[in-house]
């Protein structure tokens, strides 16, 4: 069975991470896949190296990236065309750029032949996978509303399956925004190679040698694109506040950015001009792992997510999490245990409910002062990623969605 397997661009991330995975794991014996991608713009950092390693060769559509472009129309031809050479069993498209040009083209190849005249379109099979969504905190109420609606309209006349990374994440797209039917839809959680995570390194090696600390300053790190859905300035406004806070018990702690984006330079000026003392951006750092094992916390202030990596990660090296409570996240948390002021402490981590800086960072506070909670969310955290989102796991589902589509 062929697999055509199309993303709009290999940017560091989850998603990149996600396709190249399932690439290598299906083929064998039974799959051959092929990956198709976009370019990565300027300003995002090109994660094609991780296909490289995992012997993996896109075939690239230069016109294809992630903005609204009169090239869309070159790259619906282009794929249109790939499509019609490789002539695959299944489409599977990741992220809405792909998605919506990717399965226009699949339509164009199902219905474009001779043969449709009478009844007989070409028989092939059309999956789609929401990394996150643009239904909210992304664009404006008629932009939003277009988007919602090129979706309805693919997903009623163009997909076989829509995949969805979590429960939460189904009750959004289908049950609250409408699109597609219970029946189309499968939660299948992202998996990763947890191989890695499995044995924490000495935190020395990793990045709090390069910081201005001691032993005794817990580090609360972010780990991500700086984009604005990662909300970045909530981060930074809990970092102001926790540092002024008038409270002699409260444990030193330094803030940490890791990762890069066209924000950076903005966010390091809006530092400055909040006298925040205590915090370091650091980049993007290929020693990942031991970047999760320095880190005491692990904090995520966005604004809407599907499931983020960086909280997978972070549980899987055995690091707590303190989030806001949007898309999968809520997957990850877990059940909410107790509430307090304004924030949850949830089975596998502290939920914060709003976005606020005075609310997440009394959730920050509460957890830095609690050592044994911090413990227990450490072992809740780091069981459940490795029951739930291995890569072998993975790979194992979408293989079963793909026999069911034969």
């Not at 404006?140 to 988007?147: D, E, I, P, W, Y």
């Not at 604005?228 to 981060?235: M, T, V, Y």
């Not at 005491?296 to 604004?303: E, H, K, M, R």
């Not at 409570?325 to 914060?352: H, N, P, W």
Request: hydrophobic residues 45%; aromatic residues 8%.
């Amino acid at each position: 069975m062929k697999i055509l397997r199309i993303i709009a661009r290999l940017n560091v991330g989850g998603p990149a991470r996600h396709v190249v995975w399932l690439t290598k794991g299906l083929n064998d014996e039974e799959f051959t896949s092929i990956l198709a991608a976009g370019t990565v713009p300027s300003g995002e950092e090109d994660m094609a190296y991780l296909a490289k390693e995992n012997g993996v060769e896109p075939i690239f559509i230069e016109a294809m990236s992630r903005e609204l472009s009169p090239k869309d129309i070159v790259s619906l031809f282009k794929i249109y065309s790939l499509i019609r050479r490789e002539k695959p069993n299944i489409i599977h498209t990741h992220t809405a750029k792909a998605g919506t040009v990717g399965r226009s083209a699949a339509f164009l190849y199902r219905w474009f032949t001779p043969a449709a005249l009478i009844g007989r379109p070409r028989r092939i099979a059309v999956v789609h996978t929401f990394h996150g969504h643009v239904f909210h905190s992304y664009y404006g109420r008629l932009k939003t509303s277009v988007f919602v609606l090129i979706e309805k309209l693919l997903a009623r006349f163009v997909t076989d399956r829509i995949v969805v990374i979590s429960s939460q994440q189904f009750n959004e797209i289908h049950s609250e925004v409408g699109i597609g039917s219970k029946e189309q839809f499968a939660v299948i959680p992202l998996g990763i190679d947890l191989a890695p995570f499995s044995a924490r390194p000495n935190s020395a090696d990793g990045i709090r040698g390069l910081l201005p600390v001691d032993s005794s300053t817990l580090l609360v790190g972010f780990v991500g694109r700086l984009t604005e859905i990662k909300n970045i300035p909530l981060f930074l406004q809990a970092a102001r506040a926790y540092e002024t806070a008038d409270d002699p018990t409260l444990p030193k702690a330094h803030f940490v950015i890791v990762g890069d984006g066209h924000l950076r330079a903005s966010l390091e000026a809006q530092s400055e001009r909040l006298g925040i003392r205590n915090i370091t951006f650091l980049g993007n750092r290929e020693e990942i792992e031991s970047v999760y094992a320095a880190l005491d916390v692990v904090a995520l202030t966005s604004l809407n997510e599907g499931t983020p990596l960086s909280l997978i990660e972070a549980m899987a090296s055995g690091t707590p999490i303190i989030s806001t409570m949007v898309g999968g996240v809520v997957d990850l948390l877990g059940t909410a245990r107790e509430k307090m002021d304004g924030f949850f402490v949830c089975e596998r981590g502290i939920g914060i409910d709003g976005g606020e800086s005075e609310t997440f960072v009394k959730g920050l506070i509460y957890l830095l002062k609690n050592e044994r909670l911090r413990e227990v969310l450490t072992t809740r955290g780091s069981e459940f990623v490795r029951e739930n989102y291995s890569k072998d796991r993975l790979i194992a589902d979408i293989r079963q969605l793909y026999r069911q589509l034969a």
